[in-house]
């Protein structure tokens, strides 16, 4: 049961802080609990579909496949969370000061939606495949479910669920003129993150191997396995022992977003006419 | 008319902007250095059975790449793991993997089956 809790306990609670942060980031926009919910029945869904097809998946690309689904699927919410957060850098303040007219806002809203809610599904998906996977093998390994296992697994998901619900409170209960900041500040780090982490997948098949050099390591501060660890894996990426390739890949996304989001950004709406029309 | 077009395109293309820009993200990533396959690397096989790795101590020259073989022989799925050589990869019963680790330092450097922590190993570099 024990070990059961423990893993379940552990994805959820990996998909739980990026589900925690997406509701915080929609916070207020209508239907985002549909595109939320979307995510996670999709991702559950395709956790089942990745579990079943895990053996066939590893076999290809010469026995990379794993790594390369990883790497692809990593890659596309790096770039819905970049797509993301440029978005909500042209429109975020807009809707927030209720300048923009409702209607438009929320057909434009729920393209940004969409693609927070892939992010979602793909956060589900990776975790999720993981506990059926460990769950099936548990199950076909004692010749059916048990009931101590079956008991274990509702425990960890739903302590995982409160993982979630803690990261969506404490993050809405943040001041809502610092919100928009924190959040996009949390997007991004996420998605660096995730680049971070589809390149350990590259390097690990083996497809990457420049810059593959160790540039420093704090694992014997924050050890990966930890759940601290986890926790800043998914939060932030961290790793205790990245490689060149991660750190570049890890700036160079951080980079390309915060350009994109001057770019593209909304001018700053502090300006005295405003206050004049006002 | 082509003028037209280009500036249809440029219109199209300032309102797709940012998704192609974020597109050229992912692109990025995948078209990275495709390097070429590192030579001289050792290849070393590890089965996993009854949750024990056999052998449990592996050995490998220093600053040389290595390709790890992974074996599930045992009735259960496992996921081979080391966050100090940087691999994790699910293995089903009865299927084999390889993951590829970087030149090592002289070092002893632990892996392990992440579903079952009692399943430890080693990779020793003299």
Do not use: H, K, M
């Given at each position: 049961m024990l070990a059961a809790l423990l893993i379940v306990f552990r994805e959820v609670f990996e998909a739980g802080l990026i589900v925690g942060i997406v509701m915080a980031v929609t916070?207020?926009?209508?239907?985002r609990t549909l595109w939320v919910m979307g995510g996670v029945v999709a991702g559950v869904l395709g956790a089942g579909v990745v579990a079943l097809f895990t053996g066939a998946l590893s076999e290809l690309f010469n026995g990379s496949g794993q790594e390369i689904f990883n790497a692809s699927i990593l890659a596309f919410a790096v770039v819905m969370l970049t797509w993301h957060n440029v978005w909500m850098a042209r429109h975020g303040r807009e809707m927030a000061a209720e300048l923009h007219a409702a209607g438009e806002a929320v057909v434009e809203g729920s393209k940004s939606l969409a693609a927070l809610g892939a992010v979602v599904a793909i956060a589900v998906l990776r975790e999720g495949s993981e506990v059926v996977l460990f769950l099936y093998g548990v199950a076909a390994a004692q010749g059916g479910a048990s009931f101590a296992m079956v008991v274990g697994g509702f425990v960890g998901l739903f302590l995982g669920a409160l993982v979630c619900l803690a990261t969506y409170l404490g993050l809405v209960s943040i001041p809502q003129r610092y919100l928009f900041g924190v959040t996009s500040a949390l997007i991004a780090l996420l998605a660096a993150g995730m680049a971070a982490q589809a390149i350990a997948f590259l390097e690990q098949a083996n497809i990457l191997t420049a810059?593959?050099?160790?540039?420093?390591?704090?694992s014997w501060l924050i050890?990966?396995?930890s759940f601290l660890g986890r926790g800043l894996h998914t939060l932030i990426?961290?790793?205790?022992q990245p490689t060149a390739m991660q750190l570049v890949v890890y700036a160079a996304t951080l980079a390309v977003m915060i350009v994109l989001m001057k770019l593209?950004?909304?001018?700053?709406?502090?300006?005295p006419r405003i206050a004049a029309a006002e | 008319m082509i003028a037209a077009e280009h500036s249809a395109l440029r219109e199209a293309g300032r309102s797709n902007a940012g998704i192609a820009a974020a597109l050229l993200v992912g692109v990025a990533l995948a078209l990275l250095?495709?390097?070429?396959?590192?030579?001289?690397a050792v290849t070393l096989s590890v089965t996993i059975k009854n949750h024990k790795f056999d052998p449990a101590e592996l050995h490998a020259p220093p600053n040389t790449p290595i390709d790890i073989k992974i074996k599930n022989a045992g009735d259960i799925v496992m996921e081979f793991e080391s966050s100090e050589l940087h691999f994790e990869k699910i293995v089903p019963v009865g299927r084999e993997g390889v993951v590829h680790v970087r030149p090592q330092q002289p070092g002893r450097y632990n892996f392990f089956d992440d579903f079952h922590h009692e399943t430890q190993g080693y990779l020793i570099v003299p």
């Open positions: 916070a207020g926009v209508p239907a810059l593959d050099q160790t540039v420093w390591d704090t050890s990966d396995s990426g961290y790793v205790g593209f950004g909304a001018p700053p709406p502090e300006r | 250095p495709r390097a070429i396959a590192a030579e001289d």
